[in-house]
């Protein structure tokens, strides 16, 4: 597979609410925090949740004490499941096919996700014997999108991160490393490591992070303002109210809109080509 091929999927796994029968406003449980007002058991629709699957207070969901909705992210699985895996039938008019849809939701979200940052490795230039692992393990994942409902039910998900988690961190290493031998020598080489570190609330306003490791790193509400990002590897980081407003994360690795979408930013902030600026960041 061509890199633009790959960059074409990961520009792809977008959200369309419009075509979901609000799956993630019924699928999943909230609890009561500083991100939602209500507590909502899983399978439940939400209070706010309207006949034609629009959201009541979705111009204010933020003031509305509904943060978290707008942090939220399924990379385009709500409206797969709604219109693919089962075909256009909406559970309010199909009620029998409820309890089943809200289940695969999440493992089709999580599916979504390991395409996502599938692409995203063979979109860079990395050794031919990895791009070539990389693509079987993405027809895989294509192709287990496809399953019926009780496929997807009986699925091992596990079994496929843990395959896809040693290759995504082969292409994180090649990546940085090259861009490692660019940089200056002052920068002693475990600084470059920093996976599943606790740097919550951290000052970090414009530091040279480039190719560093975040991996699982807890970067909550850390001051990242006008930092140079390019190259880190973001997979599972918390970046929680972390504020990158200036900071430089056009070709940061494996970041997600999720994860952006629960930062504080500007106009001012670079992004890859496949994340959009959070409509709140301009608020």
């Not at 599938?118 to 287990?144: F, G, K």
């Not at 900071?247 to 890859?272: C, I």
Request: with cysteine.
């Amino acid at each position: 597979m061509n890199n633009e091929t790959a960059k074409e999927i990961r520009k792809s796994l977008t959200a369309d609410c419009t075509k979901c029968f609000g799956l993630c406003c019924t699928a999943l449980t909230i609890v009561a925090s500083s991100d939602f007002s209500i507590n909502k058991p899983a399978g439940s629709p939400c209070a706010n949740l309207q006949s034609n699957y629009g959201c009541r207070i979705h111009s204010n969901l933020r003031e509305s004490g509904f943060k978290g909705c707008t942090v939220f992210d399924c990379l385009g699985a709500g409206q797969f499941v709604s219109q693919v895996t089962f075909k256009g039938q909406s559970w309010r008019r199909n009620p029998e096919t409820a309890d089943k849809m809200f289940r695969v939701f999440p493992i089709m979200e999580q599916i979504h996700e390991m395409i996502a940052y599938t692409a995203e490795a063979l979109s860079y230039d990395i050794p031919r014997v990895l791009s070539e692992q990389l693509s079987v393990q993405l027809i895989e994942l294509q192709n287990l999108t496809m399953l019926d409902a009780d496929q997807l039910l009986s699925l091992d998900l596990v079994m496929y991160r843990f395959k896809l988690n040693k290759l995504l961190t082969e292409t994180s290493e090649y990546i940085r490393q090259i861009l490692i031998a660019t940089l200056p020598t002052s920068k002693n080489a475990k600084n470059y490591n920093q996976e599943r570190t606790d740097w919550i609330g951290k000052k970090l306003n414009g530091k040279d992070l480039r190719a560093t490791n975040f991996r699982g790193a807890y970067l909550i509400a850390v001051d990242l303002r006008n930092a140079d990002l390019r190259g880190v590897d973001f997979i599972g980081t918390d970046l929680r109210d972390a504020d990158v407003r200036g900071a430089n994360l056009s070709t940061s690795m494996f970041l997600t809109q999720m994860q952006l979408n629960s930062a504080k930013g500007d106009e001012k902030t670079s992004l890859p080509t496949h994340i959009q600026k959070p409509s709140h960041w301009m608020n």
